[in-house]
């Protein structure tokens, strides 16, 4: 450095130049700079959009969030009624429960100013303490940008063609690392066990499973399900129209990883084995079922376990009735069932079978020799279709043609089936028709997204080469001179909602009657319950409600010591897992019973 | 199901309950008093506050993350100096004690005794969520959770960090409180000083400082 | 007090630099025992913001744990995301897209440049210049935000995330970056007519806080002050990470080891990432930005171990990272460069310095004491 | 001036306010004018007077002793009779002072006052940063104070007087400024000025970033207040000084009469200081602080010279 | 000089078993004893000069603390993980301050945070905390949680919360046996 560094000196005096300028500043609070559009602010719920599922609650690692009771906001099915409440002394806003929220209902807002000198101001329910902030999200997680994955591991099936050939299984199962990865989708939030009859400890097993414990797992499934393979095969599986992730994605496949889990356990042994559950000193109280279906078998199963002595009668010649009559061997193929009577079995529960109660035995001997009675003898009996030629040769009730052709026979359908009908059972009859070498046309009153049926099912049967005629009615049924059928004529209808709200009805349009040829006609339309076994004093002491037996929340019915249970009472809905259920709660019913008459 | 309902009420606080506690949970004398609001106040007192108000120097103590937005609020871009709030160096000269987020004990042990140092009327802004329940750090072992057991607190920002805007937000509010007459809580920090000390020396094992510390 | 100490000591007398204090960013103390106006002894005392970091992500998941990482270290946390990130990638062989590595790249240099304006504001400010500061820390709002936009936050981003990051640019982001940084480059011109043309800072900086070029990688100097001695070693370079291999850039390198020395690496450190953010920009590969990780809290990473370093504005930064095959972290422990910087490195050159330089060479050694502490 | 004490008592007390006021004002400006420069809008221009208010209702204080508790009192009274020695307007009946023969020594005197009372009362506090402030303000002194002496002794020399209202006079009879006459003396006095304002590049007696901020780290609430209109009647006093010295003084006995003379005086006088002034706010602005021996250094290197070099004009002159 | 070259260098003078990390990282396991000559043997033959890091982890399952200290060569950027074991009881390091200087550091950390002695280093024992009385944090058997429930006292006013399983659980009467809620959420 020179002696004098006179540029060193007055170059910084050019920094005075800024004094001329116009300052940099924003004064605020007169005036704002714009908040970017990504600003992650305070939290905005949108109140009707969450389901209360808590994963935000979970994710958040400062526990800043609670999920607490809303006024206003009831709890259903898929909606647990609460919400969260964000404890803006823990937040950090990193916006992970935003990018964790299935439903998107969580997001972040522009704002971001809450100055308060009460320190227990800062608690805030989001969307309703800050019902404008609507309008000023700004940091959203879109189905891309989700932390959660919406698409659902793909479950490895038969091809179409193959399929028709044989009653081999059609969906072939998760391979061990596909469960784990499915596994991991699911929350764990538990929404869908208040969908499920039974109310399964479904985020439980599921946990396990993607943990990689399927013992586990198998333990908790057979908490309080006994039959979980045929569930895990062929239920209705509504807990997975209440999954978080149905909300904008595919639903967790809970009924693929029951299966899963289930078939880890080969056979009855090693059901055993991984159950070993606790069994109660045996009572000495008997106890009769009627019906060694799934509501028989869970009554009977869970009463074992609990030390009664337990005797199923069953008239047929194979445990499982409707599951094992009722329901196509290449979705529930026979050992699945065996094997977990079997199991059943090992516990000490007593099966009688080809004893039909009313014929072999009468109902009054079971009722005298036990101290109390389940029923649970189902809807044996199809619904007739109500049109002209009915009675015509070829004209099947769907029970009865499933149940033939479940027992191993095969009967003779023609060349062209008709199916009648929009339920899993019509699905089951087209598909079996199909495998049976027959061309199927179904017939259902009004949409294909309206049917019953399950979704699976019913892309199953298009993917098999089943038509299906939608928004037709069947008129009548054409018969040859041998009084075969030789056809059916339908009429068109056109959905019409009806005046009060509600499902649209399908009304006929006039003139536009069709025919089509065919050789043998299924209706599938329904089922009806038999109660011929019953004397008539007890038939006499039951309330029925459209051909059903009413029961109370426990399953039991009018009758003293007599629970019923399963499709043929009025409860819940038709389908395995209700009878399940039934047969679960009437099994808790009769010991709580037993309980208080000891005490 | 009936039966559900009676053991959520058993077992569950009531919202009276919560309330209770969060009354209870710390002294709150800063409207207790000397309240004096605008027609009561002296017109000496009204000129002092509103001097007090604009005139708040704040002590350069950066003693957690929201240290970082101090610079940018007191710089070229939000300038809270046009607002009167300027830094001081040292705890006798500073005004406004700011905790910019979490405490460790370490420094909170520091804190107080700056706290102590300063001179009445003295104002804590508390910064962040840190301060208010613990954010982040809720379960570490190192720092405190909710401020106001140890010192009194004037305002909360809430923010992790707070932005500058919600700093300057926070410094309104304070002056809206000075001008009120209700803020400054060194008087009620002296008269539950046993509490206080109860608490701090229930976290802060080692009460010494280093002897040539003691000036 | 202080007569005590003066007589006991013989004319020393014991400074404590912080932790209140003006001198100091963010929460440290020195122990001085100064001589009249030298020091012969410092003592650095740290854990006045010990907030048991380690301890606290084994309680949470890898996921969770990111949102606590970026506050290691407050005036640059994207470093330790990336860095955290890497290693997590590392240990599960997690391939990431190479628009997520362009964007990480960006992300890394805007931060270092905010993180150098912010320096220049300490450094001018703790020799008594503030119009920098103040000029910087304004300026230093537009790279916030950029920051804003892209990433929702000024200050932590929480947005480097294990697979990638976690949105995608924003509409017309490249161009506002632009704009920004041809800003900052003719006001990088004014700054450094300030400083580095005047001569009481060159004074003041020139042969003050010297780290000898021996002694400079045993003693575990990194980054500018390695630099500032004369060695260019830089991780960006050696090992190239994220997008750093496929541009363009030099490694600044000055001689003497001073505070003088390592000002001028800071200087053009900052011009080097304006390039690096411009080839990026205009390199900028289309795609994926993000290699999606399964459902967070069920996210096991398989058992082993990772040690992976990223070049901060401070020097190297490293996370070694011990997995043992759970949805948590069995350790992530950081090698912060403010930890050897602030505590040996400074105790060792402070000595025969005068106290008017301590916070000076503090400074511009860039000790982060959150950093060192955790 | 005359015996009237009525008069020179009102002379006193509006010198003293108006010195307050100015110095409180300038103090705001300097605040406002860093801001601009610094890109920014900045505090309104009485936001001292908000801050001295607010410190002087600071209801609680610290005292270590006596001594601390006289300091601030000490530094007011140095500047205020500092103030009274200076003639603010030359020949203003109204503000009138107590020049006397040898008053400039006298003053040089008054002016070391203040920092020696803050010296003896940081003492007490027994504050480090303070003991260190108070002994790099000395060396500061010992910096500064030369070189000013010697412009002083330069002019003395020159003019062969040491009061200052015959510097005044001569200025104004002539109209030539003492700063074109000997502006070397001028540019050593300048320097000194420089040092005095305790500005950057010499602001290390308060240094922020090393010492909190020095001598008056322990002084808060009104002895801060205190001190700050002490800080302010004495940046007047060194501005009316070297203006007076240099600058040719406000006020003309024979321009400026009556009330409208005073205001007159007064604007000019302003106009002046203000100048003046913004020099070491300026370089305030750009410059970063010197090391306490760098700054001696700096002394005694140029403004030295420039001293020695006004002692050497002055002797040679005519 | 690649990996292989250290590998090699390493497994025939100490008979150890290197192998490679990642890359050009090397992990080497020891025993404790050996730590110190393998440490300055990278140091001074290999040119190992800049000491990276000294972490430790607690393996408490196997009852043993791990140290790495991982050294790094500037010219080929070679990066070797040198580890060892030691007993949880009463755990003992050789104190290697002269190695490098802030081998001091590192020591003090470990020594504080997990309790880790290394004989005849004199450090003072306060780093990081002030006070502290309990087993040192970093251990995995010290509950943090439950030492913050102790000492430090959280805002009230969030007991109204519920978890969402619990409150579905009431309102369907689903009965969760203990086996299966330790895979709940929460």
């Known amino acids: ?77 898929g909606d647990s009624g609460l919400r969260p409440r964000i404890d803006y002394g823990r937040c950090c806003y990193c916006a992970l429960c935003v990018d964790v929220c299935p439903s998107g209902s969580l997001s972040m807002t522009a704002d971001f100013i809450k100055v308060s000198e009460d320190a227990f101001d800062f608690l805030m329910i989001p969307g309703k303490d800050n019902p404008g902030g609507k309008d000023k999200i700004t940091f959203d997680a879109s189905t891309d940008t989700s932390l959660n994955l919406f ?59 993607s943990r990689g414990d399927d013992e586990e797992a198998i333990r908790i499934i057979y908490d309080n399900n006994d039959l979980p393979e045929m569930c895990g095969k062929v239920c209705t599986r509504r807990c997975e129209d209440v999954c978080a992730l149905q909300v904008r994605g595919e639903a967790v496949a809970i009924r693929w990883l029951k299966r899963y889990a289930t078939e880890r356990a080969e056979n009855a042994d090693m059901i055993r084995r991984i159950v070993n559950p606790e069994i109660r000193e045996p009572n000495g109280i008997k106890v009769g079922i009627i019906g060694a279906g799934p509501a028989g078998l869970t009554a009977g199963y869970y009463l074992a376990l609990k030390g009664y002595d337990i005797t199923i009668y069953e008239a047929k010649s194979e445990p499982g009735g409707m599951i094992m009559y009722g329901i196509p061997k290449y979705r529930l193929p026979y050992d699945s069932i065996q094997k977990q009577v079997d199991y059943m079995k090992s516990i000490g529960v007593k099966i009688h079978f080809n004893t039909k109660v009313g014929k072999d035995i009468s109902f009054d001997e079971i009722y005298n020799k036990h101290d109390a009675v389940f029923m649970g003898v189902g809807l044996q009996k199809g619904y007739t279709l109500g049109i002209e030629g009915e009675d015509a040769e070829g004209v099947w009730a769907a029970v009865d043609f499933l149940g033939l052709v479940n027992e191993g026979k095969r009967p003779d359908m023609g060349k062209r089936v008709v199916v009648v009908g929009g339920g899993d059972v019509s699905m089951d009859s087209s598909r079996v028709s199909r495998r049976l070498g027959a061309e199927v046309v179904q017939l259902y009153r009004r949409r294909i997204v309206d049917m019953p049926a399950d979704d699976e099912e019913i892309e199953g049967a298009l993917e098999e080469g089943v038509q299906i005629i939608e928004k037709a009615i069947p008129t009548r049924v054409i018969k040859d001179e041998k009084g075969r059928v030789k056809g059916m004529e339908y009429v068109r209808a056109e959905l019409v909602p009806p005046e009060g709200g509600g499902r649209p009805r399908p009304v006929p349009i006039k003139g536009s009657e069709t025919v089509i040829e065919c050789d043998s006609i299924i209706a599938a339309i329904g089922q009806k319950a038999d109660f011929g076994l019953l004397p ?64 | 199901m009936s039966e559900t309902k009676d053991i959520r009420i058993i077992t569950r606080p009531t919202k009276e309950q919560i309330r209770q506690a969060q009354i209870d949970f710390a002294p709150r004398c800063t409207a207790a008093g000397r309240v004096n609001d605008k027609e009561t106040q002296k017109m000496v007192q009204y000129i002092l506050n509103f001097a007090r108000k604009h005139s708040l120097f704040l002590l350069a103590y950066g003693t957690g993350c929201g240290a970082i937005e101090i610079p940018a609020t007191l710089t070229s871009r939000y300038d809270a100096e046009r607002l009167g709030i300027r830094g001081a160096a040292t705890p006798r000269q500073a005004d406004v004690l700011m905790i910019t987020g979490y405490l460790s004990t370490k420094t909170l042990k520091r804190v107080i005794r700056v706290y102590e140092q300063m001179q009445d009327p003295k104002y804590v802004v508390a910064f962040g969520s840190c301060t208010i329940n613990g954010g982040m750090y809720f379960d570490s072992y190192n720092t405190i959770k909710a401020l106001d057991r140890y010192i009194p607190v004037d305002v909360y920002i809430a923010g992790c960090m707070p932005r500058p805007e919600a700093v300057l937000k926070g410094f309104a509010k304070l002056q809206e409180l000075i001008q009120n007459g209700n803020a400054g809580n060194g008087e009620c920090y002296r008269k539950n000083l046993d509490w206080y000390r109860a608490n701090q020396q229930k976290v802060i094992k080692n009460w010494d400082f280093p002897d040539e510390y003691n000036w | 007090m202080i007569m005590k ?110 993180s150098f304006l912010l320096w220049y504001g300490g450094q001018a400010g703790s020799a008594g210049l503030y119009t920098l500061g103040q000029w910087t820390v304004g300026d230093r709002n537009y790279i916030l935000d950029l920051f804003e936009d892209l990433t929702g936050a000024r200050i932590y981003h929480m947005y480097i995330w294990p697979g990638g990051v976690r949105r995608d640019l924003p509409k017309g982001w490249a161009d506002k970056t632009r704009r920004v940084l041809d800003y900052l480059e003719k006001r990088l011109d004014d700054y450094n007519r300030l400083l580095f043309d005047n001569a009481v800072f060159q004074k003041r900086a020139q042969g003050v806080g010297i780290i000898p070029k021996d002694k400079a990688l045993e003693w575990g100097v990194t980054g500018p002050p390695l630099k500032g001695t004369g060695i260019g070693n830089d991780v960006r370079k050696d090992e190239p990470y994220c997008a750093y291999g496929e541009l363009d850039f030099d490694i600044p390198v000055y001689e003497g080891g001073d505070v003088w020395a390592r000002a001028l690496v800071r200087r053009d450190e900052i011009k080097q990432s304006i390039r690096i953010i411009r080839q990026a920009l205009d390199k900028m590969p289309g795609g994926s930005y993000y290699n999606r990780i399964p459902n967070p809290m069920k996210w096991r990473l398989p058992a082993g171990e990772a040690w992976v370093k990223t070049e901060s504005v401070r020097g190297e930064i490293g996370f070694y990272v011990v997995s043992d095959g759970t949805e948590k972290p069995r350790r992530v422990h950081l090698r912060g460069a403010a930890y050897t910087h602030g505590i040996s490195v400074l105790e060792k050159i402070l000595p025969g310095q005068n106290i008017a330089d301590v916070s000076f060479i503090l400074n511009s050694l860039g000790a982060c004491p959150p950093e060192m502490e955790r | 001036m005359t015996g009237n004490w009525l008069i020179e008592l009102t002379g006193i007390v509006l010198t003293a306010l108006l010195a307050f006021t100015v110095g409180m004002f300038y103090g705001g400006l300097r605040r406002k004018v860093i801001a601009r420069a610094q890109n920014r809008v900045g505090p309104p221009v009485y936001q001292n007077f908000l801050d001295l208010l607010k410190l002087q209702g600071k209801t609680t204080n ?34 009138p002072n107590f020049t006397f023969k040898g008053d400039l020594i006298f003053l040089l005197y008054l002016m070391v006052m203040g920092s020696l009372g803050m010296a003896l009362g940081v003492g007490e506090t027994g504050n480090p940063n303070g003991a260190i402030g108070v002994s790099r303000g000395l060396s500061l002194i010992t910096g500064y104070e030369i070189p000013f002496v010697l412009s002083l002794v330069a002019i003395m020399i020159q003019f062969h007087t040491t009061s200052l209202t015959d510097l005044m006079h001569y200025q104004q009879a002539t109209g030539h400024w003492i700063a074109r006459e000997n502006p070397f003396a001028f540019l050593a006095a300048l320097f000194s000025v420089l040092g005095m304002f305790h500005y950057s590049p010499f602001d290390i007696i308060g240094a922020p970033a090393e010492l909190a901020s020095g001598p008056m780290s322990e002084f808060g609430g009104k002895y801060l207040g205190s001190l700050m209109t002490g800080g302010s009647i004495f940046a007047f006093v060194k501005l009316v000084l070297i203006t007076d010295l240099f600058l040719g003084g406000a006020g003309h006995p024979d321009a400026y009469t009556g009330a409208a003379g005073v205001l007159l005086g007064l604007v000019e006088l302003v106009i002046k200081t203000f100048l003046l002034y913004m020099i070491p706010v300026s370089i305030g602005i750009v410059m970063p602080r010197f090391r306490t021996e760098q700054a001696v250094r700096f ?3 140029w403004p030295l010279l420039f001293g020695a070099l006004g002692i050497i004009w002055a002797v040679f002159w005519k | 000089m690649t990996t292989q070259d250290i590998i090699r260098a390493l497994n025939e003078t100490f008979e150890l078993k290197a192998e490679v990390l990642h890359g050009n990282q090397i992990r080497v396991s020891m025993h404790k004893k050996q730590v110190a000559p393998v440490l300055l043997y990278l140091k001074n033959q290999w040119g190992f000069i800049h000491l990276d890091h000294v972490s430790c982890v607690d393996w408490i399952e196997e009852n043993v603390f791990e140290l790495v200290y991982i050294v790094y060569r500037p010219q080929d950027q070679l990066t070797v993980l040198v580890k060892t074991k030691i007993h949880r009881e009463h755990p003992e390091m050789e104190n290697m301050e002269g190695f490098w200087p802030h081998m001091r550091t590192y020591q003090r950390e470990i020594r504080e945070m997990f309790g880790i002695e290394f004989p005849g280093f004199e ?64």
């Open chain 1, 1 to 77: 450095m020179s002696i004098i560094d006179l540029k060193g000196l007055l170059v910084p005096l050019g920094a005075l130049k800024q004094i001329a300028k116009e300052p940099h500043t924003i004064k605020y609070p007169d005036q704002t700079k714009e908040i970017s559009e990504r600003y992650r602010g305070f939290h905005y719920n949108d109140l009707d959009l969450c389901i209360g599922c808590g994963n935000c609650s979970t994710i958040c690692m400062n526990e800043a969030i609670d999920m607490v009771e809303v006024e206003d906001i009831e709890g259903k099915p």
């Open chain 1, 151 to 209: 698409e659902r591991v793909p479950m490895r099936e038969l091809p179409p063609e193959e399929r028709v050939q044989s009653f081999a299984e059609v969906f072939l199962g998760y391979t061990e690392e596909e469960a784990r990865i499915e596994a991991s989708r699911c929350i764990t939030c538990g929404l869908c066990t208040e969908n499920c009859p039974v109310h399964m400890h479904i985020p439980e097993y599921i946990n396990a499973i």
């Open chain 1, 536 to 599: 008539e004093k007890v038939q006499n002491s039951l309330t029925f409600e459209r051909g059903k037996i009413k029961v109370d929340d426990e399953r039991r019915t009018g009758y003293p010591k007599l629970w019923a249970g399963g499709d043929a009472v009025k409860y819940g809905r038709v389908d395995a897992i209700s009878a399940i259920a039934d047969g679960f709660y009437a099994a808790e019913s009769i010991d709580a019973y037993f309980m208080q008459v000891k005490a």
């Open chain 3, 5 to 114: 100490t003066t007589s006991e000591r013989n004319k020393q007398t014991t400074l404590f630099i912080g932790p209140q204090h003006p001198g100091i960013t963010g929460n440290m103390m020195v122990k001085l025992l100064v001589e009249g106006d030298t020091v012969v002894r410092a003592e650095t005392h740290i854990g006045y913001l010990h907030r048991a970091f380690e301890k606290l992500i084994e309680q949470r998941n890898w996921l969770q744990s990111f949102t606590l990482l970026c506050r290691f270290c407050v005036p640059e946390p994207d470093p330790m995301e990336l860095t955290y990130a890497r290693a997590v990638e590392a240990i599960e062989g997690r391939e990431v897209p190479p628009r997520a590595k362009y964007i990480r790249t960006i992300v890394a240099e805007l931060a270092r440049i905010q």
């Open chain 4, 62 to 95: 610290v005292t270590h002793g006596l001594m601390t508790h006289l300091a601030p009192v000490w530094v007011l009274v140095a500047a205020i009779t500092a103030l009274l020695f200076i003639p603010v307007l030359h020949g203003g009946l109204w503000f």
């Open chain 4, 299 to 301: 002394f005694w290197r």
């Open chain 5, 123 to 186: 450090a003072p024992r306060e780093f990081i905390l002030e006070g502290w009385e309990e087993i040192p944090p970093m251990r995995r058997d010290f509950d943090t949680r439950g030492y913050v429930k102790r000492t430090y006292t959280t805002r009230p006013g969030r007991e109204d919360a519920w978890s969402v399983r619990e409150y579905i659980t009431r309102r369907t009467g689903e009965k969760l046996p203990d086996f299966a809620r330790k895979y709940s959420r929460d």
